[in-house]
Structures are given as C-alpha cells and as structure tokens.
C-alpha cells in the first residue's frame, strides 16, 4: 500500500514558477514510477509528467515539455514537479500517482493522491 500527499500548490501570476511535492509512505517507493496528471474543471484528467522508479527516467506531455521538470528524491520518499513559465490554461487540480511501473500510470490505475489546486492568473 502506497499513500501519496501532494502540496505546494497555490495562486501564481502567468509567467511564474511553482514546485509541487508528492510525499509518498510505504515501502520500495524508490521503485516505483511516479506520475502527475492535472484536472480542469469540465475536462478530463490529463497526463502531465512521469519519471520511473530504477532510471528515474522522464516523459512529458507535449503541452508541458521545456517548462515543467518532474524528478524525484528517493532519500525523502518525495517527487517534485517544477513547474516555470505557468501560463493561465494550465490552472487545474494536480494530482500524483505511483505504481509499480509506467504502463499501470499510463492507464492511470496505479495509488492516487488527493490532489492540490494551481491556478494561474492572467
């Protein structure tokens, strides 16, 4: 069992930068591949980031790559989303989730968090 808690989230001016954290309980987290998705409201969650357990390898979602950077701090059982350059479309509830390897975070059935609310104002 893997519990995941999400903070950092906030009211930011577009163009700035946040950091959100997923700190994680539960054993052999540094494992596991850990994901964000985000959710606007009257949209779909989406996929937003992800980095694996072993090689701590990363993938982007088009719309975030070259201003967010996911990585991960397997000592404080902690993933961290950097987000810069924030503009107001990616205002949404965001959420981290873990499983034992990517394809399960692809199909998003993996542990969840409760989520945190960024917005980002024009």
């Known amino acids: 069992q893997v519990q995941l808690v999400e903070s950092g989230g906030g009211v930011v001016q577009a163009g700035g930068s946040l950091r959100l954290s997923c700190a994680a309980s539960?054993?052999?987290?540094?494992?596991?591949?850990v994901g964000w998705f985000r959710q606007a409201p009257g949209k779909e969650r989406e996929f937003v980031a992800v980095i694996t357990g072993t090689f701590s390898t990363t993938r982007y979602a088009d719309s975030v790559k070259g201003r967010f950077t996911i990585s991960r701090d397997n000592a404080k059982n902690t993933v961290y989303l950097q987000m810069n350059s924030l503009k107001p479309e990616d205002t949404a509830v965001y959420y981290c989730?873990?499983?034992?390897?990517?394809?399960?975070?692809?199909?998003?059935?993996?542990?969840w968090g409760q989520g945190t609310q960024v917005t980002v104002s024009s």
């Open positions: 989730t873990a499983a034992t390897n990517i394809y399960f975070i692809q199909a998003m059935s993996g542990y």
């Open positions: 539960g054993r052999s987290f540094s494992t596991y591949a």
